[in-house]
């Protein structure tokens, strides 16, 4: 089902000047170890967590 189609706005349509937004990101990025071996999802979340 597509944000459409739930009547769903993009970020840059609301209004959330001063208000708090609990974002919850799901980054599963591929691991060596503890160690994250490629961070691209996590670099590409960061303009919209700012």
Same mark, same amino acid.
């Given at each position: 089902? !597509? %944000? %459409? %189609?739930? /009547?769903?706005?993009?970020? =840059?349509?609301?209004?959330?000047?001063?208000?708090? +937004?609990?974002?919850? +990101?799901?980054? /599963? +990025?591929? @691991?060596?170890? =503890?160690? +994250?071996?490629?961070?691209?999802?996590?670099? =590409? !979340? @960061?303009? !919209?967590?700012?």
């Amino acid at each position: 089902m !597509t %944000a %459409a %189609a739930l /009547n769903l706005k993009a970020l =840059e349509q609301l209004d959330y000047k001063g208000k708090r +937004v609990l974002a919850r +990101v799901d980054y /599963n +990025v591929p @691991l060596d170890g =503890e160690r +994250v071996t490629d961070d691209t999802r996590i670099r =590409e !979340t @960061l303009p !919209t967590l700012k």
